[in-house]
Each structure stands twice: as C-alpha cells, then as structure tokens.
C-alpha cells in the first residue's frame, strides 16, 4: 500500500515552454501532496504544499506564477513549470500524506528529471 | 538555515563494517523519518520514530529518538554494497508549525565497498 506514481519520469523541452507533472496516489486518498525539487548531490527542498481543493502553499523564493499546482481530487496533483528555463532543469519529486500514514508520513513518488534546452 | 544537520555527509567504508548517521537540531519534532534513496528514484521510507527515547531496529539497521526528541541516529551493522545509497532525515514540524510539514536534512551519501 501508500504507493504514488509520477508521470512523465523524464522529460526534456525547449526552453520557454510548459510542463505539466502529474503526481497519483495509486492505493490512498491524500489529504495533503508535497512538491519537492532536488539538485544533484543534495537534498530535497520543499516548494509547495497543496491540500486538496485548495490553493497550495509556497515556500519563501518559490514564484507561483512559475510554478502552478493543482490538487483537483483526492489522488491527482500537478505541477506546471511555465516559461521552463535550462534553470529550471532540476529533479522534482512530489509525495502524498494521508490515511495511508499512522504518524502523516509521506510516502514519494519516484520523481520526474526536467531537462529544459 | 539548515534545522536539521546530518553527519557525515559522505561516508566509504568496506563491507562488514559498522558505521552511525546523526541528525541533530534545536528544534523539537513531533516525529522524525529515515528514508533511502537510490540515484534516479524518490525516497523510500525506512522508518518513523516518535517517542522520545524510541529505539527502533529493521534487520541491521537501529534507529533511535533522543529523548528531547531534537535529535535522530541511524547505526547499520555489517554493512553490506546493497545498503549504498543516500539516506536523509526528515523531521516533522507539526509541534511548531501546527500542521504536518517535513524538514530534511542534507542527506548522507552511504558506499559500502565489497
């Protein structure tokens, strides 16, 4: 069980385009999706937080018009990089928190790699 | 500001030895998670510890809640090149916050040698 998906797992685009990462919980119903992006050899850095049917919650230095998240249901996030720049280029992992989770564990997605030419 | 320091931030060692990941704050957590994560992957849930004073064991691997609950270890015992990987600890904010948000530590790249 607590399993989430992610889709694409690699992408590579234009600069100056969109593009749009889904994230699922596949076997739970998640209250809460996290967005997180992780350069190499470091750690993940929150961006935001989304509860569904609500707006999402950013982090200080992350812009919301660059970066639009969605939490339409209680399964499906996405995250939308507009305008992408070769910047952008980075390792976005989304994870989900729920009833799947005794102590609001989140269990992750396996992550989408964005290469922006 | 980092709220959680991890320590080491690299670590090689040879198969069969033993070797201890800190992660330390002066901030209280409500509960605090280990994960693994292999290159190219999301990370993987390891455990959860909540209690102050928790001590937790899966196989080879102990991991314990200080008491104040600021403060993790992870010990692995007769490492193995299947535990090479990165493993980061999460606390959760949620005593200070009001709402359940993690913090991650800068992660400890483990390569275990055979």
């Known amino acids: 069980g607590a399993v989430v998906s992610q889709h694409p797992s690699r992408v590579i685009c234009k600069s100056g385009t969109s593009v749009k990462i889904e994230c699922r919980s596949l076997d739970f119903q998640a209250t809460t999706m996290f967005w997180y992006r992780q350069f190499p050899k470091q750690s993940l850095m929150l961006m935001a937080t989304?509860?569904?049917?609500?707006?999402?919650?950013?982090e200080q230095g992350v812009e919301k018009d660059k970066f639009l998240i969605n939490h339409a249901s209680l399964t499906l996030s996405t995250l939308t990089v507009t305008s992408a720049h070769p910047e952008d280029s980075s390792f976005y992992i989304c994870s989900a928190t729920g009833l799947a989770g005794v102590n609001n564990e989140q269990f992750f997605g396996p992550g989408t790699r964005l290469t922006v030419l | 500001t980092q709220l959680l320091e991890q320590s080491p931030q690299f670590l090689s060692i040879q198969e069969g030895e033993n070797l201890t990941v800190y992660c330390n704050s002066s901030s209280v957590f409500s509960s605090l998670q280990w994960y693994r994560q292999e290159p190219g992957e999301g990370p993987v849930l390891l455990v959860t510890v909540v209690t102050g004073g928790e001590v937790k064991k899966l196989k080879r691997l102990t991991f314990q809640f200080g008491d104040a609950r600021k403060d993790s270890s992870l010990h692995i015992t007769a490492a193995q090149p299947g535990d090479t990987g990165l493993y980061l600890c999460?606390?959760?904010?949620?005593?200070?916050?009001?709402?359940?948000?993690?913090?991650f530590g800068k992660g400890t790249m483990l390569l275990v040698s055979p």
């Open positions: 999460a606390g959760d904010l949620r005593a200070i916050k009001g709402y359940s948000t993690l913090t």
């Open positions: 989304s509860n569904e049917g609500s707006k999402a919650t950013y």
